[in-house]
């Protein structure tokens, strides 16, 4: 007949029964808990700096809002352009929170004028700011801005032909973010 296991182990010629066994594993397993709580801990309370990051995906999101085909929009050059709800930009956000600001101008290149007065919108002191940040010591309670500036054509009509023509026009867009990010 087959020797039928026991449920005690044999340690230097004395048995010892499995709970005594059983609590080193439940310190083992406290220890890998406690190892896995810890490196969670450390990764989730790292601060995260996501300003430059947002300013320049604003600014990215300007330049597919405004432009269309190689062109400024026609609705971009109307008196009651709002770019709030052609972008999808959510006012409250950028206006009342004070953690944004976005400057657009275009200029025609043959001219120099301003072809559409300025859009300025959210806390207009980070232009100062992003300012001081590239002449100075850096400070990380200062807005983190992004530039851009685009060569595009634009439609009018010409005042002698009175015929649609293209011009060619930069627009140049300031963004600036103050969103530190979280600890999660």
Do not use: H
Not at 36 to 65: H, K, M, P, T, W
Not at 108 to 127: H, N, P, Y
């Amino acid at each position: 007949m087959a020797k039928m296991s026991s449920r005690f182990i044999k340690i230097s010629g004395k048995r010892a029964d499995e709970k005594i066994l059983s609590f080193y594993m439940f310190i083992v397993w406290i220890i890998i808990a406690l190892a896995i709580v810890g490196g969670v801990y450390i990764f989730y309370s790292a601060r995260l700096d996501i300003r430059n990051i947002q300013s320049e995906s604003l600014a990215n999101n300007l330049i597919g809002c405004l432009t269309e085909d190689g062109f400024i929009k026609t609705k971009v050059l109307e008196e009651n352009f709002d770019v709030f709800s052609e972008c999808n930009l959510n006012k409250n956000i950028i206006e009342d929170k004070r953690e944004f600001f976005l400057k657009v101008s275009f200029k025609d290149v043959d001219s120099g004028q301003e072809i559409r007065e300025l859009i300025i919108a959210g806390e207009k002191d980070f232009e100062i700011q992003c300012g001081l940040r590239e002449n100075a010591e850096v400070r990380d309670e200062y807005a983190v801005c992004a530039s851009k500036e685009i060569y595009i054509l634009y439609k009018t009509i010409n005042p002698q032909s009175n015929k649609l023509e293209n011009k060619k026009a930069i627009i140049d867009i300031f963004t600036g973010s103050n969103v530190l990010g979280g600890v999660f």
